[in-house]
């Protein structure tokens, strides 16, 4: 099954630049990808224009069943984890909070105004922080938690949104070298375990052959390389970060 499509995928911001030109990929249920590509490539953008945050302009984008329009928006971004280089916690709640705020979408608005959840949710958000292995630190206010912890409770509140795929802006682009392990292991398992769907922005090339199942890499909005990690090379890698 086809978990993300794009077809001749355009962005244009308002000002005129284009930051997506001609994009066309198909990512098949399970697969961890990695979008690789220098600083203003355009990796945010893509991840934007599939969940629908940042539209695309032009050319169309379907996730799982559905395609990304303005109907659809919280249906897809309901289904759609999203993971951020600066973990984006409420710091002043505590982790188990953090966690149950990835309901609020399947919530009615009234609940989510006075952070009621169900004991169903509670249970959900408990599985998710067994997954990523804290837990005991559900109480804890989120602050107080080192990075690699926090950015394992974004993975956690991304999971307890049930989603069909996982989108990664640069989540260890914050962290030192061993949390970026424990937190890229942790993803790769999810999408091994769960068959969740893993897109990831990086920019290191040594994660990315590491980690996934295909690379793909943009320049200036265009996409320059598709294929598994045993076909880039070193002369290649080289443009990528020209
Ligand atoms: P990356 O995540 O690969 O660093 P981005 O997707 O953030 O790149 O940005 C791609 C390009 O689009 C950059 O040149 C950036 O300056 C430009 N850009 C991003 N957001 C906007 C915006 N709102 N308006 C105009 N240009 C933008
Ligand atoms: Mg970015």
């Known amino acids: 099954m086809t978990a993300i499509k794009l077809s001749a995928v355009y962005k244009t911001y308002p000002n005129g630049f284009c930051a997506l030109n001609d994009i066309n990929m198909e990512i098949p249920s399970g697969e961890f990808v990695a979008v690789l590509g220098a600083s203003g490539a355009g990796k945010s953008t893509l991840l934007r224009a599939i969940n629908g945050l940042d539209p695309a302009t032009a050319g169309s984008i379907t996730v799982g069943d559905l395609a990304v329009a303005r109907h659809s928006y919280r249906k897809i ?132 052959v590491r980690y996934a199942d295909r690379i793909i890499a943009l320049n200036q909005g265009r996409l320059i390389f598709d294929g598994q990690p045993a076909q880039l090379d070193q002369s290649f890698l080289n443009t990528i970060y020209n």
């Open 77 to 208: 971004r309901r289904q759609t984890g999203m993971i951020f280089q600066h973990f984006n916690l409420i710091d002043g709640l505590n982790v188990m909070t953090n966690v149950l705020t990835g309901r609020l979408a399947n919530r009615h608005w009234l609940s989510s105004l006075f952070y009621l959840f169900s004991e169903p949710d509670y249970r959900i958000a408990e599985d998710a922080l067994r997954e990523v292995d804290l837990l005991e630190k559900a109480w804890n206010r989120a602050d107080t938690l080192s990075g690699g912890q926090q950015q394992r409770v974004g993975i956690a509140r991304a999971l307890a949104q049930q989603p069909g795929i996982i989108l990664a802006d640069e989540p260890v682009a914050s962290l030192d070298p061993k949390s970026s392990v424990e937190v890229l292991d942790l993803l790769k398992k999810i999408c091994t375990e769960k068959g969740i769907t893993v897109l990831v922005n990086l920019h290191q090339v040594e994660f990315a």
